[in-house]
């Protein structure tokens, strides 16, 4: 696996707080989006987002060449489903899903010659672009965004939440809420997919065939995919300039914060299989 460019960045610059991963084997190549945290737990000192994209980089690479998709989705979430269960946090994880070590993937196989998305990663293959974005997401965002317009028509300015984010603040109880319908069962327009150590329902994952000589693998710090790093940087670095507060040319859950250089940590993997 011949990787062409990389790139793997925290919010605020500092490597040991970045959440995402990025592994590349003989046989797979994978970027891991671990989920802002919801929750002050703590496991073994880092955040449940840093745990759960270092407990699915473990289970990467210990991955056979020849696994499907469906059997590497459970071989990766029964990874951490046995952590829960020997550190006794299988029930408070079950009954409490904003709690869980919670991250999307974008998992490239070199023997099925296919992405995995699960959760919302994305991906090019070649010079076409595929999203696994969630309904619930694109909702929260649009609320948020709605809530900080009508603020600064109330007097407020954008510097107020460069330093604090109300509008973070006013959907947090959503985003809590939200996890109710990660992996669940009961079907809902709403439902999503995620690894977090609980059954993964498949209707979600998309499967997607490689039919070029290059496949780009990116975590969602990246607004939008080009073929190249470069352009992928130039335009995140075009909306953080333009729209900082990321609630009008780009409407997302949450914004960048002053002291960090981008909204969320980023990954990018440019691979010819």
Request: proline fraction near 2%.
């Amino acid at each position: 696996m011949k990787v062409i460019e990389q790139n793997i960045l925290s919010k605020n610059n500092i490597v040991e707080d970045c959440e995402d991963c990025l592994v590349v084997t003989d046989s797979f190549a994978c970027v891991i989006d671990g989920a802002t945290s919801k929750s002050e737990r703590l496991i073994n000192g880092i955040t449940i987002g840093k745990f759960a994209s270092d407990m699915i980089k473990e289970s990467v690479c210990k991955l056979r060449k020849d696994v499907d998709f469906k059997t590497a989705i459970e071989l990766i979430s029964n990874h951490l489903n046995l952590y829960y269960k020997n550190n006794n946090l299988f029930d408070i994880m079950k009954n409490n899903p904003w709690e869980r070590p919670t991250a999307s993937i974008a998992l490239y196989s070199k023997y099925k010659n296919q992405v995995w998305l699960i959760g919302d990663c994305h991906c090019m293959i070649g010079n076409v672009y595929y999203s696994n974005e969630k309904l619930i997401d694109k909702i929260i965002a649009e609320t948020r965004s709605l809530y900080l317009e009508l603020e600064i028509l109330s007097g407020s300015n954008i510097d107020e939440f460069l330093q604090y984010d109300k509008g973070r603040e006013y959907v947090l109880p959503l985003l809590k809420k939200q996890s109710l319908l990660q992996n669940n069962n009961r079907l809902s327009e709403y439902s999503y997919s995620v690894i977090d150590g609980f059954n993964v329902n498949l209707e979600n994952v998309k499967c997607i065939d490689v039919n070029s000589h290059s496949v780009v693998l990116a975590t969602d710090g990246y607004p939008k995919l080009f073929n190249n790093l470069f352009e992928s940087e130039a335009y995140l670095n075009y909306i953080l300039s333009e729209d900082p507060l990321l609630f009008r040319l780009y409407k997302s859950t949450k914004g960048l914060q002053v002291g960090n250089i981008s909204f969320d940590d980023r990954t990018y993997l440019k691979i010819e299989p």
